[in-house]
């Protein structure tokens, strides 16, 4: 069975072979797809533990991981970056970025859980960011 | 050219921004990667690190840009310079969709800098989409910023 990833992949290369006049329609076919998705996550699920939503929250790349994309993150803006190594950087873009929203979703859940401001989780769980001035 | 760019003035273009990525307007907050300066005519090209030519870009938008200067409207197939925060306004190339997940390129600008950055990445969608129904996306107030 092919990973998400491929998955997706395989959709995005689908897309990008269509004529204009199909890709309307896999739009709207999309859209109603996502509008489903988005359904299903806004429904409550009483059986969501705490902890489930902690384990979201806290989910980070292994050290390993963060090593490597470190050292893409500096070749690329000190301009030195291999076409290689960007590729590769963006396949981390891709998985941080969904990691990101889905933490942000175990967020939000837990807020209304813990019935507290979704700042306050913010400010426990979220990085400070030291550029912020 | 391989220098990073002072802390001081990184500091200065994240405050400018009021960090938020200059292009695809995701919040820093909700991002585990922090932001990052952009050259927005890169150094390669000679572009130097001045706060004129900076923009405080999210991982994934910086990383997409890379070396780009310019990109093809994919309504024309012209190719166009790259928007530019410096020296453009952000409400005049783009809007948000009517549920506010998608970035709507309005100009040939806007339509090849939507493309070539992919302001529309799936994981940042989602992010939208989630910010939005807890009422904090889409962002206001950072107009101001040229």
Redesign the interface.
Known sequence: MAVPTEI?KRAIALLEQLPRESLVKAVEFLEALSHEA?QVS?TPNPQISEAALLQIIQH?LSPEEQDR?AYL??Q??????RDTE?QE??MY??R??????E???AL?KLAQLRQTD?KVL?NEF??K????? | ?????PEPM???V??RAR?YCEYCRCW??????????E?IK???AGGETVLENLAWSC??C???K??KTQARDPETGEKIALYNPRQQFWSEHFSWSDDFTEVIGKTSCGRATVEALRLN????V??R???R??N?HPPQNVESDK
């Open positions: 997706r988005l806004e980070r994309l993150r500096q690329n803006e000190i301009g030195v970056i960007h950087l963006l873009v891709e941080v970025e969904q990691q990101d929203a933490r942000a979703e939000i979704l913010i979220l990085p960011h030291s550029n912020i001035a | 050219m391989s220098e990073r760019t990184r500091r200065i994240a405050a960090s820093e907050q909700f991002a585990t990667e922090s932001f990052t300066v050259h890169p150094r390669q991982f994934g910086n990383g997409h890379h070396t990445r799936f994981g940042v989602n992010l989409r989630l910010l129904s807890a904090l």
